[in-house]
């Protein structure tokens, strides 16, 4: 078995067992993720993913957002010289995150694999990625990652609100691997070793949010 993420072929550790799913690590990149043979199926996605009631008129989830995007204002501000083009990857049914980056000026594009199935969008560069709520719902997440590494402009910025991995006793009691859909789980260490690898600087404004800024 190979990692999700990394794909190093190392044995994975057993992480965390509960009465539904199994756990496991990679030795190498730290990714947390679920065994195989509890990967949800995409009806069973789907299911999940359209009882989410997010809007465009819901202030509690812009300000939700506005956690990743007030990290992202000092990247954009010292841009402006310039017109910036941005992609919201996972944007779900309301593209709530990509109209607020129009309003600062970023020309968005969405995509979604579920809703916003647009794969030209793909084939282009960005100067702003971002990635909220998605990244712990990817099967294969080296797939993903390396469509990041494509999708990031030099000097581009990567933008990440998901909820890290801290240690197994808190994992034991975390509500947010109670959700079937979120089976990938990342850890600050995990981030670090996807920026060393792949040529990023990272920070981390916020306790669920990171920036990859691309060199």
Request: proline letters at 6%; aromatic letters at 14%.
């Amino acid at each position: 078995m190979s990692c999700p993420l990394c794909q190093s072929t190392n044995a994975p550790s057993h992480y965390y067992s509960d009465k539904k799913r199994e756990y496991l690590q990679c030795n190498q990149c730290e990714l947390v993720y679920v065994s195989p043979e509890f990967l949800p199926s995409k009806e069973v996605e789907k299911q999940e993913y359209d009882l989410h009631q997010n809007s465009f008129e819901d202030e509690g989830y812009r300000k939700f957002l506005r956690k990743v995007l007030t990290p992202l204002t000092p990247f954009i501000e010292n841009m402006k010289f310039r017109e910036l083009r941005g992609i919201d990857f996972g944007c779900g049914p309301a593209p709530v995150l990509a109209s607020m980056l129009e309003e600062e000026g970023v020309r968005m594009n969405i995509y979604d694999p579920f809703y916003a199935h647009n794969l030209s969008v793909l084939e282009q560069r960005y100067d702003v990625v971002t990635c909220t709520e998605a990244i712990e719902h990817f099967h294969t997440p080296h797939v993903e990652w390396a469509l990041f590494n494509k999708l990031v402009s030099p000097g581009g910025v990567l933008a990440i609100m998901t909820k890290r991995v801290l240690d197994k006793a808190r994992f034991a009691n975390w509500h947010y691997k109670n959700d079937v859909t979120h089976v990938s789980f990342f850890s600050e260490e995990t981030f670090h070793y996807l920026a060393k690898r792949d040529g990023y600087s990272v920070t981390f404004p916020a306790s669920d949010v990171v920036l990859l800024r691309k060199r």
